[in-house]
């Protein structure tokens, strides 16, 4: 039985929920289970607290109303983390005339300001795909077959950019 890496949790019973969500227990116990993760990701796309609440909530009502578009040989994550980036791209592209967008990494904790820091700044010389692909590996753990699947990119060219972004973030840190 294959389970969810960062959730412990069978991926069937979060497919299970995932299907019955117009029932309002199930629909609970997956927002129970999903917001903190949704928020997180949403978070680092969005740079902005309310931003990344609202779109906790528009995802969370594309599950409610796009259920029917769920395919089962699908992970079930996959599909959710990309509904998650979809809104928040859309978001993105409706502030992206008033705002600059900042570098994803806002959200992460570190045991030194200075480390946050040098760290953002090396994630903002990387390009933005290069990005996604790096924190969505490295912060949420996922495959690179899923990513690959998540950005609808192939996955040699998840490989070759995520390889290219981490060596670039070693040379510059190197060079710091």
Same mark, same amino acid.
């Given at each position: 039985m294959e389970q969810s890496k960062k959730f412990n949790l069978p991926t069937e019973s979060l497919e299970k929920l995932l299907i019955n969500i117009k029932d309002e227990n199930s629909f609970h116990e997956l927002y129970l289970l999903l917001k903190a993760p949704i928020y997180g990701y949403s978070l680092t796309i969005l740079k902005n607290r309310e931003d990344a609440l609202d779109n906790v909530q528009d995802v969370f009502i594309t599950l409610y109303?796009?259920?029917?578009?769920?395919? &089962?040989? *699908? *992970?079930? +994550?996959n599909w959710i983390f990309t509904i998650?980036?979809?809104?928040?791209?859309?978001?993105?592209?409706?502030? &992206?005339?008033? %705002?600059?967008?900042e570098d994803y990494m806002t959200s992460i904790s570190f045991s030194k300001e200075e480390d946050k820091i040098l760290f953002e700044i090396l994630m903002n010389q990387l390009? %933005? %795909?290069?990005?996604?692909?790096? #924190?969505?590996h490295l912060l949420w753990g996922f495959k690179? &077959?899923?990513?690959? %699947? +998540? #950005?609808?990119?192939k996955l040699s060219t998840v490989l070759s950019k995520y390889h290219r972004a981490t060596k670039k973030l070693k040379e510059m840190e190197a060079s710091k």
């Open positions: 109303h796009q259920i029917d578009s769920y395919q &089962r040989e *699908k *992970k079930p +994550m998650t980036k979809n809104k928040a791209i859309t978001k993105l592209r409706q502030r &992206r005339d008033t %705002e600059k967008i390009q %933005e %795909e290069e990005r996604s692909i790096v #924190l969505l690179h &077959r899923e990513i690959a %699947e +998540m #950005l609808s990119i």
